[in-house]
């Protein structure tokens, strides 16, 4: 009797692991997201900066 009871004991702590694992990976998929998110509105702030000091410069070589 003891065996099948120690059996079903480890299953359930395998169990509850992969569980805790999944929270987890969970979790820091959804951190990684708001990384990608911010990183692309960043970039695209950036980009737009760039094009905005691209007319500057156009304009000023058009005037030589």
């Known amino acids: 009797m ?8 480890v299953g359930f702590l395998g169990i509850a692991v992969l569980g805790v694992l999944a929270v987890r990976v969970f979790l820091e ?6 990384q ?6 960043r970039i695209s ?3 737009e900066d760039l094009e905005h000091a691209s007319v500057g410069v156009a304009r000023s070589a058009d005037a030589l």
């Open 2 to 9: 003891f065996w099948p009871m120690f059996a079903i004991a």
């Open 29 to 34: 998929a959804e951190r990684l997201g708001r």
């Open 36 to 41: 990608v998110g911010d990183s692309a509105r």
């Open 45 to 47: 702030r950036a980009a």
